[in-house]
């Protein structure tokens, strides 16, 4: 009888002993549970297809060539890891301008040469939400998809920020010009500009918790912007896009574009031909041809043919479905 419970008593140590080892092994697995995982196509980072890199040096094929988004459970947010098809180029002192401002100076989260949209659909409401994507994308998500939040991963965080509460002022000052025949009502204009910057806090988040490792670059949302980690049932729309830091950095610099260009935020615009500064290969006479150089897919749709269905004539930007990580068969 002795025996036999000598033999019960080793048996639960080493039962304990196991669900310790099992316990400590996981623990940490488990605090960083992966939410969902989206894959996309190795060597589509041409848009439509036909979108070529700028020939400046910073860029190559592949630079901007997203192979899988990651999303994360960590304390208190959600942490997103993007690979990408080759090596994160990092800032180096290169000198970006006339001063010799150095570009490791400017672009201090390591990385410089592309942003990354992430627009969520956490109600899931069809038309309930924004369609309009950040502006520069020259492209809507569909109603199925409008958007309560936006993440942007941009190497300038604090800059686009401040840009973006500029070009919101800009857009409603011009359409209230518009709607009231040139006469602005400064009084309405200045109630609008108080409310901007709240606003944008509560829709867009531009992180400052970035890690850059190889291909992979890491970055963290708290859970007090999205309003919880990062949800599989949430739609997402993610596009990337080449990052314009000289603009960024400088508005006087873009002042060679000429003319009246196009509204611009933290993305390099796309033009027929090829282009030291700018996206190439882009069709003739289409000015809201989008500059997004790779995106994400639900599984049956097209990257090809969702970015080449817009049209200028008819005022009719392309527009991007979402994914629902939860109930796509890219999703894991
Ligand atoms: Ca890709
Ligand atoms: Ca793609």
Do not use: H
Not at 21 to 33: F, R
Not at 120 to 135: A, N, Q, T
Not at 173 to 197: N, W, Y
Not at 262 to 288: C, H
């Amino acid at each position: 009888m002795a025996r036999r419970n000598n033999k019960t008593l080793i048996l639960t140590l080493v039962l304990c002993l196991v669900a310790s080892l099992g316990l400590s092994t996981q623990a940490p697995a488990q605090s960083k549970k992966t939410l969902f995982k989206l894959e996309d196509p190795f060597g589509d980072d041409y848009g439509e297809g036909r979108l070529v890199y700028p020939l400046i040096s910073d860029f190559e094929k592949g630079d901007l060539d997203l192979l899988s988004l990651t999303a994360r459970r960590v304390s208190g947010g959600t942490r997103f890891e993007a690979l990408f098809a080759k090596e994160i180029k990092k800032a180096d002192r290169e000198s970006v301008d006339d001063l010799g401002t150095q570009l490791n100076a400017i672009a201090r989260y390591g990385f410089y040469t592309f942003n990354i949209d992430i627009y969520v659909d956490k109600d899931r409401e069809p038309g309930s939400g924004l369609i309009r994507m950040l502006p520069g994308r020259e492209a809507e998500v569909t109603p199925e998809f409008a958007w309560e939040r936006v993440v942007c991963l941009t190497p300038l965080p604090n800059e686009a920020s401040a840009r973006l509460r500029r070009l919101v002022v800009n857009s409603m000052k011009r359409t209230m010009m518009d709607e009231s025949e040139g006469r602005l009502d400064e009084e309405a204009l200045e109630e609008f500009k108080d409310s901007v910057p709240a606003d944008i806090e509560e829709k867009a988040f531009f992180p400052t918790r970035v890690n850059v490792r190889n291909r992979m670059i890491e970055f963290t949302v708290p859970d007090s912007f999205l309003g919880g980690p990062a949800d599989p049932n949430w739609g997402y729309v993610v596009v990337i896009t080449a990052a314009d830091i000289i603009q960024s950095i400088d508005m006087s610099k873009a002042a060679y574009l000429g003319r009246k260009s196009r509204e611009r935020f933290m993305a390099l615009p796309v033009s027929p031909g090829t282009w030291q500064n700018r996206l190439g290969g882009g069709r003739e006479g289409e000015a809201i041809q989008p500059p997004i150089m790779d995106m994400l897919v639900p599984t049956g749709a097209s990257q090809e043919v969702l970015l080449d269905d817009y049209s200028t004539k008819q005022n009719r930007p392309a527009r991007l479905p979402g994914i629902v990580p939860a109930q796509d068969s890219s999703g894991s």
